[in-house]
Structures are given as C-alpha cells and as structure tokens.
DNA sequence: TCTGGTTACGTTCCACGTAAACATG
DNA sequence: CATGTTTACGTGGAACGTAACCAGA
C-alpha cells in the first residue's frame, strides 16, 4: 500500500476517470490502470467498478482511511522539515471564518500571509505545513476544547471563549425574547453552514437532536451566511459580540451552557516569528 | 516517504543499531544503511546520529508521526479486507483491564477469543484488524464519551457506566470517610497505572493538577496493582462495583462529577458474529 | 583492532511509457 | 463506432545483496 498507489486511488474515484486521474497526475492512462490493479492485487480485492468508475464496498472503505493518510503523511513532512530548518520569514496563519476578532486581528505582527478555511480545513494546513498557526472557532461546553480531527500531534491553546447568541430574523415570533434555549428551537429551521457554523457540530456539542436543516451554504463567508440568515432562510448560532446587519437580532443562548471558543493550532514550532506570534496571540486578554 | 523506509526507521530507532534492524527485518546491514539514507536524502535532512544511534531532532520529530501512520495503513488494509470477504468465525475481543464486568462476561455466546492489552492498545487492536470488537474503560464525565486515540473511523458505542471509589488501604486516614473529593487527595501518593487507571488520564478528565505519583505499574493484571495498593503503595481510582481485596476499602468519589464508563469499539463491520455480538454488548442493561 | 555503518557494484525486478487489443455504452 | 480501460512488451531505474571500505570506541 505505496501511499503513491493511494493518492492516484483517490484521485481516480474523484475525477471517477482513470485518463483524468492521469493527466492530473502526470501519468499515462496506462500506469494508472497498473497503479490500479497494483493495489487491488495487493489486498486482494477489487476497489473500482469500471464504465462507470465507482468505487465499490472495499474502495469506499479505503477511500476513508486514504485521505486522512495522506494527509499526516503531508503533516509527518512537514513537522520535519521544520524541525531541521526553522523558517525565519514571516508566519502563514489560516483561520475559520468566526474566528478573527477585532482584538486578534491587532496582534498579527509577525504575520506575513493569512487565508480563511473551514474548521478541519485550517487543521489540515497546519498539519501539512501550509500554514505556521491556525486559529479555529467552535462550539463547546464552557472551559472545554473544541474536538478537532486528529491529524498528528498537533497543540491547542486556548485563546478565548464568549457567550452565544442566535440569530433572528426581525418579525420572528421569538425575536423578542430575553433569552432562548436549544430545546425551545428544535423544530425552527436553521441554516446549515458546514465550515462556519455546522449544524452537526452544533448538536453533537449541544447534545441536542433534531435541529431541522433548511438551507446548506457551502462557503467560508460570513457575510453571505448573515445574509441568509436576515432573509428568514434559517436560523444561525453565532458569537456574542458578532455584528449583525439589519434584519438580524442576536438573541442570547441561555442553554444548553454552551460558549463559543477560539482556539490556536499549530505543530511543534521552532523559534522562530511564528512561536513569537503564537506566544503572542494567547498572551490573555479580554474576550 | 515510503511506509516501508519509515516502517525500518522506526526499528532501527527502537533497536538503536542499523544490524540488530536489519535482521529483524529480514534485511542486510547495508539495504537498511540505504534505507535510512534514502530516506534522509529524500527529505534533505538528517534524521540520525550513528555511533551510537539516536534519532536528531527531525527524527524524533518523524518518529512521532510514523507509528500512528503506520497504525492507520493497518487499519486500512483491514477495513478493506473486512468489507470485501466478511468472516465467519467467531469474533475476537480485545478488552482492557477494568472493562469486562459479570455482566457483560455473561453475553459473550459469539466469541471465540479474547486478550486483554492497555486502552491504546485494544483500540490499535480493533483498528487493525487483530480483533473484531473491543471494549475499553476508562473515565469521563457523565455521559460523556471516553477520549480515545483516533486511528480510523471506528464505531464506539457506550455500554456502562458506574460510579467511582477511590481504593484505600485500611488504616489510612481518610478510610472512614462516607465520600471524598479529588481534591482531598492532591497530595496523597497515587498508584499510576497507564493502562489500567492512568493518572494522566484522570489528570485529564478531571482537570486536577497535582496528584503526585508514587509507584508505576506497567501491566495489565488488576490483582497485582490492587495488591500494591493494599500495601499502601498507593492510590488508585475503580469503578464501584471491582472487588476489592482485604485490606483495601472503597471510598465513594464525590467530586468532580465523574464515571467510570465502558465503550464498545469496532470498525465498520459486515454481517456476522462479529455484528451480532456488538449488538448483544451494547443491549441496554443494568450499570 | 574489532564492531558496526557506509560505499561500490552487479543483478534482479518493478514501474512506467508506447502501442495494440479489447470492452462497453 | 467511439471512448476509455486493459494487456503486451521493452526500457530505465530503483532496491537489494555481496563485498570492500572506513570510522569510532
């Protein structure tokens, strides 16, 4: 199980095409059907079904582990190089899309390049080296971490945590109200926003079944997500101290006891300006 | 980045000797001096000091990530193989120390083997496919899941939970109490078991600094560390039901809120006993 | 000097590309 | 029939073993 064999297994049930998987890996048509076959000879098995390419029981089952594979090999790398060579330029920061506060945003002086990414996303780039820091946002009970995929021995430091709110559209029945729990909106219709602020997420956190998705906006805006949101096309969990455009109430969580938390990622870091800014960021302060 | 080099790298770490790894391995000397150059050559860093060997700090650094991968390429090749040719036979449970109560010895009619091994250890075992079921303790807040290692995706599933007594030798002075809190016991001298009843894991789980470790026992058998415990070797944390030994009284914990809880882990698993048995152990029953 | 890792070199085998054969919608 | 995967075959390179070399305790 070469992890080349791998990556072009990937690649071949994503583009569902063994010529695409070729071009995009440089290979002829011909070595990827070798890869292929290479592979289910190995385990015995056949992965793909051809004419159309789809993967069957097996190829599904090691399209699971592929990619997190991948990923800590990327991440194993990564931690490597680092450690032999620290980098003295400027930090990468990726951060989730909740996760830059006004206060965060003050303190990125060693920082050279920042970029936005979903919750796991960011994980990813830090663990393959993409990125020096990470600063993700989630959900979670009060004074507990936020549960990130486990790609490789990764740090996690607290930075801040806040109350929550959820966002209302003005004219909803309940908008009013001084406070709201979960429970009172299990039958509303909520916007799902994998990325930002995922339903899933928001019950496995809570605890809570049966939050009915209404819309799905896949992206990293949340602008675009706010938008919705004002539009009555559902209901968002959010920051406490998150602006609102017009149109949007914040009215507060009082239960489950749930708090928004930010939190810094990265990998073993070297002195370097990226340990600076890390140090820097969770220095503790308001918020 | 090979599995194969890293597979090799890990053992000549572990062997400290390039020789002593090689005939493990069923290699020359020299495949396993080319190995280890090639890999270095391909990451353009050096990853060993030889004579005597010792990993440099990128080693230690690859070495962190190599034995998890190493893990999940297992628990790839497993999961495949499961899915494509569903066995037969009688399943084969992995279980850690203090998990296996009366009750659930009673509902094991699909099993035809059972080990024990360490937490980690019985979920590396389920994951790789050396065991078809695993059931594993550990300590949470109530219904809260148990942290366990991610090497895949496995299924866990809770069975039990119970309360917790901390064993204290007679005539200690706190075993007349009706109940103790953690914090009553920062400075007393703890038994640290990992594997059986870490004091890191209760570190962890119950957010205590501070309990100062004595002896450590590095086993599985609960009969000898509650022996040493008994002898005043130390403290250890048990569920409320485990047997204890003259000598040896159960105090109730009453702070912070914990349990002693029992999960039931497996990979994704086709019909058969394996299935039928997962499903009997996690009929809902008593404790 | 002896133990143990490295380097040189020859052989084998594997992986890829070219091109022809083949299957399927 | 056309598109797209497999198979056949030849070549280059990678990986290993043997053996000579070299460095450190």
Redesign the interface.
């Known amino acids: ?3 080349h064999l791998l990556r072009t297994f990937v690649c071949v049930v994503r583009t569902r095409s063994f010529s695409d998987a070729a071009v995009r890996l440089g290979y002829t048509q011909s070595a990827v059907s070798q890869q292929i076959a290479a592979l289910e000879s190995d ?5 793909l079904r051809r004419r159309p390419v789809a993967p ?3 190829g ?3 399209l ?3 990619e ?2 991948l990923l ?2 990327d ?3 990564a ?7 620290p980098s003295h330029r400027p930090a990468v920061l990726a951060v989730s899309p909740l996760a830059l506060t006004p206060r965060l945003a003050g303190l990125l002086d060693g920082a050279g390049a920042i970029h936005t990414a979903g919750r796991d996303g960011v994980v990813a780039e830090v663990a393959a080296g993409r990125a020096d820091l990470g600063v993700v946002d989630g959900l979670a009970a009060p ?1 507990d971490p936020l549960d990130l ?2 790609v ?2 990764l740090a996690t430091v607290r930075i801040a945590e806040q109350d929550l709110v959820v966002a209302l559209p003005d004219g909803h029945p309940l908008a009013g109200r001084a406070g709201l729990r979960l429970g009172d909106l299990a039958d509303a219709l909520w916007l799902d926003a994998p990325g930002i602020a995922g339903l899933a997420h928001v019950r496995a956190v809570a ?1 809570v079944d049966g939050l009915r998705p209404g819309m799905v906006y896949h992206g990293c805006d949340v602008r675009t997500l706010l938008t919705l949101a004002a539009a009555g096309r559902g209901l968002v969990v959010l920051p406490a101290s998150a602006e609102l455009p017009r149109g949007l109430t914040g009215v507060p969580l009082t239960g489950p006891r749930l708090v928004h938390r930010i939190e810094l990622v990265h990998a ?1 870091l070297p002195p370097g300006p990226a340990r600076d800014l890390a140090a820097a960021l969770t220095r503790p302060g308001p918020g």
Chains 1, 2 share one sequence.
């Open positions: 199980m070469d992890p385990l015995g098995v056949s992965l069957t029981e097996a599904r089952r090691l699971e582990h592929a997190p594979l800590r090999l991440a194993a790398r931690d490597v190089l680092r450690a032999a060579r004074s995929p486990d490789g021995p605890r073993h």
